[in-house]
């Protein structure tokens, strides 16, 4: 597609309860990056993937949080076992390479995940 | 780790002045700055960057200014219009990006 795409664009679930969030990046993108953004705030680094290296997870909060890229293109964050806490807006950026070069990062729209 | 310091955490301007946002950083190794929009409940947005090894960059009515010495660099948006109303987030980077805690811009008409 033409941006990056995150889905679902909502997501309301109960306190305990494990959810997926699934990112789309550009075509041809080779790095991948998740971040959150709780209501009124800043961007937060959570964990990013550049092409078949190690990711880089230095930001994620807990051990409930894991994520996972599959053939190089679609991504997936999951939370386990979430907490009110986790209630944000994560954003899902790629660009074209992660170091050396430094490419723009173009971000997609975000899920809003809602923990009650 | 890097860390990124921005201010001012809101700013207010008439409709045709200029509006400043600085930002510093703390890691030396940082090598990219970019510069991101956000309008309410909408993706940020990319509006200008700029990399360690050029001092100043021009697009329009915005420029970005770098200074590595003191690492700290600035965004400046000249004649203001009332479209140029959002959060304005500075970044650091050598791979992923660290963000300001955000500067929110009114621009009254």
């Known amino acids: 597609g033409a941006g990056v795409s995150q889905s679902p664009s909502n997501k309301v679930t109960e306190k305990g309860k494990d959810v997926e969030l699934r990112c789309d990046p550009i075509?041809?993108?080779?790095?991948l990056y998740w971040y959150r953004q709780s209501l009124g705030q800043g961007l937060e680094f959570l964990i990013y993937?550049?092409?078949?290296?190690?990711?880089?997870k230095s930001g994620l909060p807990s051990d409930r949080f894991s994520a996972e890229r599959t053939g190089g293109s679609v991504s997936t964050l999951t939370i386990q076992r979430t907490q009110q806490e986790d209630s944000a807006v994560y954003l899902c950026?790629?660009?074209?390479?992660?170091?050396?070069?430094?490419?723009?990062?173009?971000f997609g729209d975000g899920t809003r995940l809602s923990i009650l | 780790g890097e860390n990124v310091e921005q201010h001012p955490s809101t700013l207010s301007v008439q409709e045709g002045d200029s509006a400043v946002i600085k930002c510093t950083y703390s890691d030396s190794a940082s090598n990219y700055f970019p510069w991101y929009k956000q309008e309410l409940g909408k993706r940020p947005q990319l509006i200008i960057d700029?990399?360690?090894?050029?001092g100043e960059k021009k697009d329009q009515r915005i420029a970005v200014t770098l200074n590595k010495t003191a690492k700290h660099f600035s965004l400046h948006i000249t004649e203001t219009q009332p479209e140029d109303s959002a959060v304005y987030f500075c970044a650091a980077s050598m791979d992923k990006l660290i963000f300001g805690t955000g500067t929110r811009l009114q621009v009254f008409p």
């Open positions: 075509s041809g993108h080779t790095a």
């Open positions: 993937f550049q092409g078949n290296s190690a990711p880089d």
């Open positions: 950026a790629s660009s074209l390479a992660a170091q050396a070069n430094n490419q723009p990062q173009h």
């Open positions: 700029i990399r360690s090894n050029v």
